[in-house]
């Protein structure tokens, strides 16, 4: 099962660790998450995912439900990085 990170920067810590967007997003996909805040920056955060098939997570990311949900939950959509495993198909 390949992981994913995605890093970015975010508008208000506390909205974003408390939206249940990424859980109704991911969940029905079998693609599990945890959520990281910076301690040193509260605009920095990132997110690892658990991806039992790439092409349904890239579905997702690209979906604009998502792009909908990231907009919702501060997310700064032009900080956006995805880093793929070593090793995982992309």
């Not at 208000?12 to 109704?24: G, I, T, Y």
């Not at 945890?34 to 605009?43: G, I, K, L």
Request: aromatic fraction near 4%; proline fraction near 7%; charge should be negative.
């Amino acid at each position: 099962m390949p992981t994913v990170l995605v890093c970015h920067e975010i508008d208000d810590k506390e909205h974003w660790l408390s939206s249940p967007r990424r859980e109704e997003l991911l969940a029905p996909r079998g693609i599990k998450h945890r959520t990281f805040v910076d301690p040193q920056n509260e605009h920095r955060a990132a997110v690892l995912f658990e991806v039992p098939d790439m092409a349904t997570f890239q579905s997702v990311m690209t979906a604009p439900s998502t792009a909908e949900a990231m907009a919702g939950d501060g997310v700064r959509a032009d900080t956006v990085v995805v880093l793929v495993e070593h090793g995982a198909s992309a």
